[in-house]
């Protein structure tokens, strides 16, 4: 295929929308479940439930909006209706952090993972489509690179900021309502975004246009489940993103209990997103030199690496910790760009057939995305539970045990460790990368 050369104006309207994307990976993946355990009163075990059954729900919902996408493509010529249906997920993120006044404890849980189990069925109608699009276009596999390295960089400059912000927004000594306002603000911000973004697809594919695709056919989920390099790719995706939201998760947890600085969340999310953002320039450099599938599986060891050093925790005061953040937030920057512009690689391997079923490859995959969202979470709070941890009020910080301050560290540090040596050794079963079209 040919590796025509997609200009910025049409890239960046494209890009934007992962913005919004950002704001809802990340703002509930770093505060949602500290946000039950230590301002709802909901017990870990009964937040991580909450955290996981609606994302799990979401997992079979994926698939069949993959599909969905298809067939509108194939009928309209483009994927934008369901995207802008999808668009509804700004209100969902502002009622998942507005709990009516009086709920603590189980029925705050109920009332966030209802909100949690809307917004993800909204936002799987914007991402499936949107990540569509680069498999849609007539580019090979340099620019799909470029075009997803752009993409990355957004997204990340977006998860950076309201990473930061949202902790600040939330105030010192938050309570529900420093939490409703900050979603007010940062819904706006997604919804603008996420109407950039459909913009930007109408420009991408007239830019670039593929020859329409002929029907997918009853097939499609199975047809893409039977590429072996997408299902490798997949299950290594998978298990990354379990470890990445695990992550995120524990984050404010290992500030306000490990180093004993509540106040430093907002200083660790910059620490961790700042160098991706510097870097995804670098990796797309990089991957042009040493292909894909190598500068992945050096991340990922890079990973364990940091992780590993990040289990000594504040003992030695906050230089370590920083740095091996900064380590994390580098191998991060390349776990996300290299696998999604592995994506459209497959889908284009697989010739007109893999076109015709774009979005039931992306369907697939944004439902392991999804999957990771649900099970990392859960693992940490699991992590907390078996640790004896306690939960709390905003007004009414508990005490914690020996056990469950060292469960607070361990599971940050050495489960996503364990877990990314499991994803470098599924990702070594992907051997479509090779020399480019």
Known sequence: MRDVRLPLPVILPYSTGSIGMGVWVSVPGILLLYFLTDVLAVPPAVAGLALLL?????????PWVGRLSDTDRAG??????????????ALAFVAVFTVPPGLHGTAAAVWVAVALAAGNLLYAGYQVPYLATPADLGIGYHERTRLMGFR?????????LSGVLAPLLTGGAPDAGDYARMAAILGAVMLLAMLAGILGVGRLTRAAPAPPPAPGGPGGL????QDRHFRALTASYLTMAVTMNLVLAGLPYFAGYELGRPDLTPALVAVFMAPAVLTTPLWVLAARRFGKQRCLLAAQAAFVAGALVLATGGRVGLTVPVAAMVVLGVAFAAMQLMPLSMVPDVIAAAGPDGAARAGSYTGLWTAAEATGGAVGPYLYAACLALGGFVASTAVGQAVQSPVALTAVR??????????MTAAILLQRRYTLDSVPE
Not at 76 to 89: D, E, F, Q
Not at 154 to 160: A, C, F, R, W
Not at 222 to 225: I, Q, R
Not at 410 to 419: C, K, M, R
């Open 54 to 62: 609606p994302n799990l729900a979401d997992v079979l919902l994926h």
């Open 76 to 89: 309209t010529g483009h994927r934008r209706r369901l995207m802008l249906a999808g668009c509804g997920v």
């Open 152 to 160: 990355n960089t957004v997204i990340t400059v977006g998860v950076l």
């Open 222 to 225: 199975l047809a893409a489940w």
């Open 410 to 419: 361990l599971g940050f540090t050495l489960l996503p460790a364990a877990l």
